[in-house]
């Protein structure tokens, strides 16, 4: 498939596919088919048995300032209603494969939300996050209210998301918003060399292991510890596992297949 807004690669490295996000001049704004290319280029990797990692990112200036405001500007309550926009971004939760968002320069609203999607992320230093939709007489409607509130507690995640202010990337690091920071000129690099980590594991325990932590943020603790346990024993029925613990008896390093 080709598209229109965003670049991907199914190698970019070995193992490891990225999306970048293609509308400079609109600073990334997110509109609705550039959302939809996401969602294809996401389900295209996931079942592309080569990659094992996905990486998404925008360019140095911004990761994406947020949901296009030119397109939603004219719409209704019923126009939202009927487009239905975030089932789109239901189904990019849904991607099974861990995905890195590698963040440079604005990272606001539906780009803020974008990347607390993903499974990680690794900012530049010149990052700044912010949900400034009250600016615009709306709120954040991708998640924004529910995964900053997770992510940093209700302190912050209130006063960000009423007052619309950006916080620096140092800023989000200590507040438990993001993985790493690292000078602009590494992000990329940085989100590589974590997908390249990850990308040696084996995919099925990856795999698993991501749907558990997941889950953490969707039930209670007993709910969640029978589900850990059910992916834990299925790890079992895996060869990687047996080559795995094997590699360790044998002191050698694995090697995994993703059966
Ligand atoms: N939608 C549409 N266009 C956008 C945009 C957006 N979210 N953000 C930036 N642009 C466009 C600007 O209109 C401008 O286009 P023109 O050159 O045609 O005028 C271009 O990108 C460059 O932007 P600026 O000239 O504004 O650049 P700046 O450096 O002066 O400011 C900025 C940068 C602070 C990010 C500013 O652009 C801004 O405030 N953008 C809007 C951020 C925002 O409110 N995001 C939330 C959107 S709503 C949402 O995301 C809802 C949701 O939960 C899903």
Known sequence: MSYEFILTEAQ????????????PKELNALNLQLMQEIKHALLEFDQNEDVRCIIITGNERAFAAGADIKQMESRTAIDMLVIDQFETWDQIRKTKKPVIAAVSG????GGCELAMTCDMIVASETA?????EIKLAIMPGAGGTQRLTRAVGKALAMEMVLTGKFISADEAMEAGLINRVVPEELYLEEAVK??????????VAVRLAKESVLKAFDTGLQEGLYFERKNFYMCFASEDQKEGMNAFVEKRNAVFKGR
């Open 194 to 203: 974590l997908a390249k980590e990850i990308a040696q594991q084996s995919p």
């Open 106 to 109: 604005f990272c606001l609203g």
């Open 12 to 23: 970019y490295q070995p193992h490891v596919a990225l999306i970048r996000l293609n509308r």
């Open 128 to 132: 700044k996050f912010g949900q400034p």
